[in-house]
């Protein structure tokens, strides 16, 4: 505000005002105040000059405006929303930060998932290691209004349990079988997928959770790939199994 004496009357202002932001004079005050809300950035320098019928005298302000934050996200569309496995390596969602901003916060993100901030740019990574349906929001940081945005994780849990082995040569369920003998795999049950492999070489895929063999060799390493519903999978196993030789006959004469 600036209060008009002696023989002024009123004002007259020079320069530039933001847009949003103006000046009023009270005749009955002799107050010129100059206000509002300015709705564009930057530095307005203007001049207040009092009007009258002897010398009129100015007073010259400077208003600077800064900007809001802004944020984008510039890792392309629907990059902010994304399925995935357990486990796995989301495709990074990257934010442009402007205006004001000088960083972005961010909330509720799955264990394993982080967000960085570098150069303007915020950046989220990483593989989540717990499953759900993860609602975040990234809002920047900075002196002015800071805006946000949202985004969704939905990830699948990866299966989980066990293989075993049985079989019965000479002593029970000690992986330790005699040549020919039959050894039984179980795979936890439940899921939609096994893939059977002895020493990495699938011997059988479907829907069962059971492989028997009876062809297994000294050191095989048998392991069974397990996928879900939401097609997320793992693995379960080894379990090497020691095959010892059946023992040659031979026949002598005296």
Do not use: H, M, R
Request: proline share 5%.
């Amino acid at each position: 505000t600036y209060l008009i004496g002696g023989g002024g009357t009123g004002v007259t202002l020079t320069g530039s005002l933001p847009a949003g932001v103006t000046g009023t004079y009270n005749s009955g005050t002799k107050v010129y105040s100059i206000s509002g809300s300015p709705t564009v950035a930057g530095t307005f320098n203007y001049t207040v000059t009092t009007t009258g019928p002897c010398t009129n005298v100015s007073a010259s302000g400077t208003i600077i405006v800064t900007p809001n934050s802004t944020i984008a996200l510039t890792s392309g569309a629907g990059s902010n929303v994304q399925s995935l496995c357990q486990n796995t390596a989301i495709n990074n969602i990257t934010y442009s930060i402007g205006g004001s901003g000088t960083g972005a916060t961010v909330t509720n993100l799955p264990a394993g998932v982080t967000g960085t901030y570098s150069g303007g740019v915020f950046t989220i990574s990483g593989a989540p290691t717990a499953s759900g349906t993860f609602n975040f929001v990234v809002t920047t940081t900075g002196p002015c209004v800071n805006p946000s945005l949202s985004a969704t994780l939905t990830v699948s849990a990866v299966p989980t349990g066990s293989l075993t082995a049985s079989e019965s040569s000479v002593i029970a369920n000690d992986n330790i079988i005699c040549a020919g003998a039959n050894v039984t795999f179980t795979a936890t049950a439940g899921y939609g997928s096994y893939i059977f492999k002895v020493n990495g070489i699938t011997a059988q895929s479907g829907l069962s959770n059971v492989f028997n063999t009876s062809t297994l060799t000294n050191g095989a390493s048998v392991t069974v790939d397990v996928a879900n519903a939401a097609n997320c999978g793992t693995t379960f196993g080894p379990i090497v199994i020691t095959v010892n030789a059946l023992p040659v006959p031979s026949l002598s004469a005296d």
